[in-house]
């Protein structure tokens, strides 16, 4: 059909194109004629155009078709509907084979999944088996370790108490052996300080006992100064000197502690830029020695201030004699002389001034401040 169609349409361009050369000839005879001719071929032209575009139009469409009977329709319809029923079916067929094979990968991932997960945990368990095993392995040597360990902790411990104990003997040893020999030189020190003490008090003794004399003659001498100045307080007061002065000395001789030389020294003083040493016996007299210079000086410069005397206590006899309650005993007669002065010289200014700047008066005696005493004589305890 379509051949056909298109046979018609070549015919029809080989018949226009005949016409045109026809037509062509009789143009050059006439303008105008040529002119309406060509328009005419124009209009031609045009129409065969629209004519070959309607004809290629309807070789385009589809053919029609031959009409069918009612049984042809029937058995299209239904050829039809079966071809669709296939479709259908393939289309489900294939929509199940691709949801098996989903569905079937789906479960072999799930497998897989599953037995990666089975055979992780297999190994886990394998791993913590092992690590169990290896612990219950090591345990026990562990526990060897630590047993070792501490036995020899233990007897390092008991070898360290050892040295210690063996030290704190040596130690002990030494000490006993250290005071030994300190008791010992201790006893040849005190054995010889005991000696020289001893040594030391005969001395004194005799030269005490040698300047008897001359103490005897200066009071004498004193005696007789004061009658012709007729100073008869001061005279007095000489005279009661003297008599309390030997019954001090009596006393004394009587009640000397032989003691005394083994007696080791506790106690130091200055005296002159230096320093000496002496017991509880030569602190208590050289105390006694302060006390008696006060009281004397005391009296003697209330005796010169009652006389109407000037006032100086270098002249008094006591100050001079300075030898009121010194037996010779404990201490030198030079360091005794000396504090004795010391507290003469404050008496004697009390006394002639009426006052009690240095001491104080109490049970019909004269005695010097404890403040006093501490900085005129400043024992140091050695111990």
């Given at each position: 059909?379509?051949v056909?169609?298109?046979?018609?349409?070549?015919?029809?361009v080989?018949?226009?194109?005949v016409?045109?050369?026809?037509t062509s000839?009789?143009?050059?005879?006439?303008?105008?004629?040529?002119k309406?001719?060509?328009?005419?071929?124009?209009k031609?032209?045009?129409q065969?155009?629209d004519?070959?575009q309607s004809?290629?139009?309807?070789a385009?469409?589809p053919?029609?078709?031959?009409?069918?009977t009612?049984?042809?329709?029937?058995?299209?319809?239904?050829?039809?509907?079966?071809a669709n029923?296939?479709?259908?079916q393939?289309?489900?067929?294939?929509?199940?084979?691709?949801s098996?094979?989903?569905?079937?990968?789906?479960?072999?991932?799930?497998?897989?999944?599953?037995?990666q997960q089975?055979?992780?945990?297999?190994q886990?368990?394998?791993?913590?088996?092992?690590?169990?095993?290896k612990?219950?392995?090591?345990q026990?040597?562990?526990?060897?370790?630590?047993?070792?360990q501490?036995q020899?902790?233990?007897?390092?411990k008991?070898?360290?108490?050892?040295?210690q104990?063996?030290?704190q003997?040596?130690?002990?040893t030494?000490?006993?052996?250290?005071q030994?020999?300190?008791?010992?030189?201790?006893?040849?020190?005190?054995t010889?300080?005991?000696q020289?003490?001893?040594?030391?008090?005969?001395?004194?003794?005799?030269?005490?006992?040698q300047?008897?004399?001359?103490?005897q003659r200066l009071?004498?001498?004193?005696?007789?100064?004061?009658?012709?100045?007729?100073?008869?307080?001061?005279?007095?007061?000489?005279?009661?000197y003297?008599l309390r002065l030997q019954?001090?000395?009596?006393?004394?001789?009587?009640?000397?502690?032989?003691?005394?030389?083994?007696?080791?020294p506790?106690?130091?003083y200055?005296r002159g830029?230096?320093?000496?040493e002496?017991?509880?016996?030569g602190?208590?007299l050289?105390r006694q020695?302060?006390?008696?210079?006060?009281?004397?000086?005391?009296?003697?410069?209330?005796?010169?201030?009652q006389?109407?005397?000037?006032s100086n206590?270098?002249?008094?006899y006591?100050?001079?004699?300075?030898?009121?309650g010194?037996?010779?005993?404990?201490?030198?007669q030079?360091?005794y002389?000396y504090?004795?002065?010391?507290?003469?010289?404050?008496?004697?200014?009390?006394?002639?001034d009426?006052?009690?700047?240095?001491?104080?008066y109490s049970?019909?005696?004269y005695?010097?401040l404890?403040?006093?005493?501490?900085t005129?004589?400043?024992l140091?305890s050695?111990?």
């Amino acid at each position: 059909m379509k051949v056909s169609i298109l046979n018609r349409v070549v015919l029809a361009v080989l018949i226009s194109g005949v016409l045109l050369m026809g037509t062509s000839i009789p143009a050059n005879a006439q303008e105008p004629e040529n002119k309406q001719q060509a328009k005419q071929q124009r209009k031609a032209a045009q129409q065969k155009s629209d004519q070959q575009q309607s004809a290629q139009k309807q070789a385009n469409k589809p053919e029609p078709k031959p009409p069918q009977t009612q049984p042809q329709q029937q058995q299209s319809q239904t050829a039809q509907k079966q071809a669709n029923q296939q479709r259908k079916q393939q289309a489900q067929q294939q929509s199940q084979q691709q949801s098996q094979t989903a569905q079937k990968q789906a479960n072999q991932q799930r497998k897989q999944q599953a037995q990666q997960q089975s055979q992780q945990q297999t190994q886990a368990a394998q791993k913590q088996a092992d690590q169990q095993r290896k612990q219950e392995a090591q345990q026990p040597s562990q526990q060897q370790t630590q047993t070792a360990q501490r036995q020899a902790n233990q007897q390092r411990k008991q070898q360290a108490r050892a040295q210690q104990q063996q030290q704190q003997n040596q130690q002990q040893t030494q000490a006993a052996q250290k005071q030994a020999n300190s008791q010992q030189s201790q006893a040849a020190q005190s054995t010889e300080s005991r000696q020289q003490r001893v040594q030391q008090q005969q001395s004194r003794q005799t030269r005490y006992r040698q300047g008897l004399p001359e103490e005897q003659r200066l009071g004498q001498q004193r005696v007789v100064l004061l009658q012709q100045q007729n100073r008869m307080n001061q005279y007095r007061y000489q005279q009661q000197y003297v008599l309390r002065l030997q019954q001090i000395r009596f006393q004394q001789q009587r009640s000397y502690n032989s003691y005394y030389a083994y007696a080791a020294p506790n106690y130091r003083y200055a005296r002159g830029g230096s320093y000496y040493e002496t017991n509880q016996y030569g602190a208590n007299l050289l105390r006694q020695a302060v006390n008696y210079g006060y009281e004397q000086g005391f009296r003697s410069g209330q005796a010169d201030r009652q006389d109407r005397y000037q006032s100086n206590y270098q002249e008094s006899y006591g100050y001079q004699d300075a030898n009121y309650g010194y037996s010779g005993y404990y201490v030198d007669q030079s360091d005794y002389n000396y504090y004795f002065r010391e507290g003469f010289r404050r008496g004697y200014e009390d006394g002639f001034d009426g006052g009690h700047q240095y001491g104080s008066y109490s049970s019909g005696r004269y005695s010097i401040l404890g403040a006093v005493l501490l900085t005129v004589l400043n024992l140091e305890s050695l111990r």
